[in-house]
């Protein structure tokens, strides 16, 4: 079974994202870019069920500039088996990510799409879903736990109301949740060894996707500043100024 | 030339960061006060890689450079400079059994310590003779197929807690010439230990005592030629005091990151402190020095990586000046945060203590002086030094 997992190039978590003083988005010049967090999570997966004999390859890809090749290296550090960069310098918004993961599965036909339910930098939370829209196939978002059976995989899925599990047929497309793993550590031998292992360069152009923006940004703007907390005596006390302050209850 | 990292080496920056900041750094606190030796996390590093970075990879090991090892070090030493400083040792000793223990001796022991799942120690002091190393007195009589070994050691870091040293002991007359290295299993009959000493800092690791009484060593388990022990011992040293001044830096990167932080938070006379310009001025020192000395190290650890034939004295250069800054910048960074920096609460009176001892071990900084003194001063040997 094949797998393909997508990974994007992010501003680090780590890192405190400063607003552009002409407000047109975040500061990320020189800033440290790392793997998507969720998408860690999503390669993590893949290569879960490649242990445990479910998959016999994991393919990698991410969209973007050159640089992107690191973060896709860092995916076969972790342990993916060969790697697709799309190359472009255009921005690119769900859509167009969708479009592209599309025209790649229509090639590669792997029988899951695992992908991270967001990527920490526009928070959008929407590629997987248009993924399975456009590609028609079953989607099992935020998910927590992944079992396979048969032809069909179980998600377990993080909803407001608690777990709701989903029994999908194969091939379908999977987005992950913060509590689905732990990723592993990459490990100084297999930096080594994901040098020798295949990346192959793409473009929008040759997958014969239109990835123009079709989203216009305003404006981006610093959240408000947090006030200060105050300190509560005791639950009754709390009690009462939920009620009355914040009149949630 | 290109100051630049590779994509490697950015590579395993970014894996000793994460482990750092994850593994290493919550817990550093707790190991200090408590004296723990975390062995479980330190298998962990094991097996990602850290306990056999330069050792060639014949024996197990990564076969990195001393430069690569030098950047991991730095980076694993922000997040606990007393463990980092273990994990260099240990790779300075498997690495000196790797390059002259014969190939059996290699093939028993290597790959395990260069995974981690044997950790050693280094021992060379004894109480008679620190600075002055080559007047050392533990012995290593030949008796047929062993050599007998007697005397103590003292000072020695990971002693009680690990599974085998690199023993220096006297094989023959006085002086350099008359000792020998061996690879001694901590097992072996009539090694016993003192106490684990009550230290200022490094309390993540044991240092004790180490007695030897009648140790019966297999001849087999020598490193290299009889006589040759001296040398092999500062070869040795000539990486660790690389991988110690990566110890520092890092350390005084952790304590400018924090004191950054503290400058743009704090505020005192209506001001942050970052506003104050007279410690501005502290800080833009700080960080100058810290990157002067990340130069000097990756300087050093290139010409180790070259075998350039005055390794020693850039080394030692190297150690001096890092050491002497790591240390410095960590009280400044205490200082910037005043009051707080004395709790332990937070981490600063940790790395002053914690760097502190580099300026003293892998040779004190007035040895690094007499050893750079006695390159410096041959004919002809500044063209050389530049
Ligand atoms: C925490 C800790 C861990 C250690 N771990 C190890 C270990 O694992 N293995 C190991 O073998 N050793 C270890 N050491 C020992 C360490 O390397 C020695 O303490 C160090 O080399 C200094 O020796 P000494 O303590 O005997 O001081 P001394 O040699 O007595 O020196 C005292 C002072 O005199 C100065 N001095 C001496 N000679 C000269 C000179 N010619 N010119 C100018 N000044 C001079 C020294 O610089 C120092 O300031 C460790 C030490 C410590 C504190």
Known sequence: MKILVAVKRVVDFNVKVRVKSDNSGVETANLKMSMNPFDEIAVEEAIKLKEAGSATEIVAVSMGPAVCQETLRSAMAMGADRAILVQTEVELQPLAVAKLLHAILKKENPQLVILGKQAIDDDSNQTGQ???????????????????????????????????????????????????????????????????????????????????????????????????????????????????????? | ????????????????????????????????????????????????????????????????????????????????????????????????????????????????????????????????????????????????????VDGAKAFISGAGATDVLVLMARTGDAGANGISAFLVPAELPGISYGKNEHKMGWNSQPTRVVNFDNVRVPADYRLGEEGDGFKIAMQGLDGGRVNIGACSIGTAQAAINAAQAHMLERRQFGKKLAEFQALQFKFADMLTELVAARLMIRLAASKLDAAAHNA??????????????????????????GGYGYLKDHPLERFVRDARVHQILEGTNEIMRVIIAREALKDGALDDLQ
């Open chain 1, 130 to 249: 248009m993924l399975a829209a456009l590609a028609n196939l079953p989607q099992g978002t935020f998910a927590s736990k992944v079992k396979l059976s048969g032809d069909g995989v179980e998600v377990t899925r993080e909803i407001d109301g608690g777990l709701e599990t989903v029994a999908l047929k194969l091939p379908a497309i999977i987005t992950t949740d913060l509590r689905l793993n732990t990723p592993r550590y990459v490990t100084l031998p297999n930096i080594m060894k994901a040098k020798k292992k295949p990346l192959e360069t793409m473009t929008p152009e040759s997958l014969g996707v239109d990835v123009k923006p079709r989203l216009k940004t305003l404006k981006v703007q610093e959240p408000p500043k947090r006030k200060p907390g105050a300190k509560v005596a005791d639950v009754k006390e709390l009690v009462a100024k939920l009620r009355s302050e914040a009149k949630v209850i």
């Open chain 2, 312 to 337: 020693t004295a850039f080394s030692a250069m190297a150690k001096r000046f890092a050491t002497d800054a790591g240390f410095r910048i960590c009280v400044e960074a205490q200082q910037i945060f």
């Open chain 2, 1 to 148: 030339m290109d100051f630049t990292l590779n994509e490697d080496q950015l590579a395993f920056q970014q894996t000793a960061r994460a482990f750092a900041r994850n593994e290493f750094a919550p817990h550093a606190a707790r190991w200090d006060r408590e004296c723990i030796f975390p062995k479980d996390v330190i298998a962990k590093a094991g097996a990602l890689g850290f306990c056999g970075l330069y050792i060639p990879e014949s024996a197990g090991g990564l076969g990195l450079t001393r430069l690569d090892a030098a950047v991991v070090f730095e980076e694993l030493a922000a997040g606990c400079t007393s463990t980092t400083a273990y994990l260099t040792i240990h790779n300075m000793a498997t690495w000196m059994i790797a390059t002259w223990g014969a190939p059996d001796l290699v093939r028993q022991w290597c790959p395990t310590l260069a995974q981690g799942t044997k950790l050693a120690w280094y021992c060379l002091t004894e109480p008679g003779a620190g600075s002055d190393a080559a007047s050392l007195r533990t012995s290593a009589r030949r008796d047929g197929r062993n050599y007998i």
